[in-house]
T-cell receptor
Framework: SQQGEEDPQALSIQEGENATMNCSYKTSINNLQWYRQNSGRGLVHLIL?????REKHSGRLRVTLDTSKKSSSLLITASRAADTASYFCATDLNTGGFKTIFGAGTRLFVKA | KAGVTQTPRYLIKTRGQQVTLSCSPI?????VSWYQQTPGQGLQFLFEYFSETQRNKGNFPGRFSGRQFSNSRSEMNVSTLELGDSALYLC???????????????FGPGTRLTVL
């Protein structure tokens, strides 16, 4: 089963609005990352938040992490049509090296 | 720096055949991971190679195998293809961090495999 589960599965908003996506995971992690994917192409890394961090910002992106609830949220502010994509959270289990587990993703559609 | 490259980009095979996909990581990156993405199962971790050694492995049958060369380039092989192997196969590379698994992964564009 997947480690990360995103909520909602799909989100449709107007340009200029904020978009919030949530992710829950099951086991302890080293870090949590958010990725974007456009139309079945490769993934683009957005932001990484380590297990000892609670909040991180990058441009219009804000990520929070609550390890006690095993959850994270991604906020995209002032969304643009170009933000239309699928967004995935990914967690690395506490193993040596990478064993990244992705959630099912949230499909975001931003209407112009 | 050039990004992660994957070849071929598209591939059509028939059931029972085998296929080899190639991934060239970003220069200086030593970790290469492979993922399978399907509409039904989403993104699933296949395996990770570091310095020519498989460091982590996902829950895939033995028909899926991989290797890494001394220049960090990696290949994955799928033998006896099944219809369900149709997917986008993504590879990702990462620089060596203070501890493995704590750095960002950079993804290639993927190889779309169709099994008929």
């Amino acid at each position: 089963s997947q480690q990360g589960e995103e909520d909602p599965q799909a989100l449709s908003i107007q340009e200029g609005e904020n978009a919030t996506m949530n992710c829950s995971y099951k086991t302890s992690i080293n870090n949590l990352q958010w990725y974007r994917q456009n139309s079945g192409r490769g993934l683009v890394h957005l932001i990484l938040i380590r297990s000892n961090e609670r909040e991180k910002h990058s441009g219009r992106l804000r990520v929070t992490l609550d390890t006690s609830k095993k959850s994270s949220s991604l906020l995209i502010t002032a969304s643009r049509a170009a933000d239309t994509a699928s967004y995935f959270c990914a967690t690395d289990l506490n193993t040596g090296g990478f064993k990244t587990i992705f959630g099912a993703g949230t499909r975001l559609f931003v209407k112009a | 720096k050039a990004g992660v490259t994957q070849t071929p980009r598209y591939l059509i095979k028939t059931r029972g055949q085998q296929v080899t996909l190639s991934c060239s990581p970003i220069s200086g990156h030593r970790s290469v991971s492979w993922y399978q993405q399907t509409p039904g199962q989403g993104l699933q971790f296949l395996f990770e190679y570091f310095s020519e050694t498989q460091r982590n492995k996902g829950n895939f049958p033995g028909r899926f195998s991989g290797r890494q060369f001394s220049n960090s380039r990696s290949e994955m092989n799928v033998s006896t293809l099944e219809l369900g192997d149709s997917a986008l196969y993504l590879c990702a590379s990462s620089p060596p961090g203070l501890a493995g698994g704590t750095d960002t992964q950079y993804f290639g564009p993927g190889t779309r495999l169709t099994v008929l």
